[in-house]
């Protein structure tokens, strides 16, 4: 596969199936995307009613794979073992995230593969994201507080090597930071953002789970 997306899932069932329809609508193929539950009661009644087959056959359809698994033990902590699960299980070149809360633009594989394969010599790159609360981009900068898994996108092999399971807030920070200090090369993006983050801390989504 070109590229692998991971999605630790945890509750919020309505907001998950969101975010899976915003990975079938992408204008790329050639991509996994793997749906972890957190040892979720409500993500495994999905899986055995088979609310999600019908995704998997879509994808499948234009050569796209979805993979839905559901950890035996509740890792906690921002999804740690399940980001851990999906990046042993990971096949593509390059592996990207979302958090099940989130929505992907229709372009969004596009604009992180491309990125990525226009600068073979990178090891992560990195773009901004968009906020809906504040209606505006977050700019993306390699320093704490600056950066989080949805702007970031690696060369699969140097994230497996690299990743450690880190169930503390900023867990997403320590990756990168670890990378810089062993001088893994990263390059911002300057396209516009494609990851739209629906809900902050201070402004949560209503209406949905």
Known sequence: ?????ICPCWKRPQRTIRAIESVIAQD????EAIFVGDCCPLFQEKIDDGTF???????????NTLIFTNLAER???WGHMA???GIEMATGEYICFLDNDDVLKPNHFTSYYSFMKDNPGIHVGYLNAYTVPWNKER???????????????????????????DDQYEHDWRLVERMLKKKYVFKKSKAKATYMIMSIPTARETNID
Do not use: H, W
């Open 139 to 165: 700019v993306a900068c390699l320093s704490r507080g600056g950066i989080g898994n949805a702007e970031l996108i690696f060369k699969a092999q140097a994230l497996k090597d690299e990743y450690k399971p």
């Open 1 to 5: 596969m070109k590229l692998t997306c």
């Open 53 to 63: 087959q019908k995704y998997t056959e879509l994808a499948a359809a234009k050569g």
């Open 75 to 77: 890792g906690r902590g």
């Open 28 to 31: 790329f193929d050639g991509y």
């Open 83 to 85: 980001r851990k699960e």
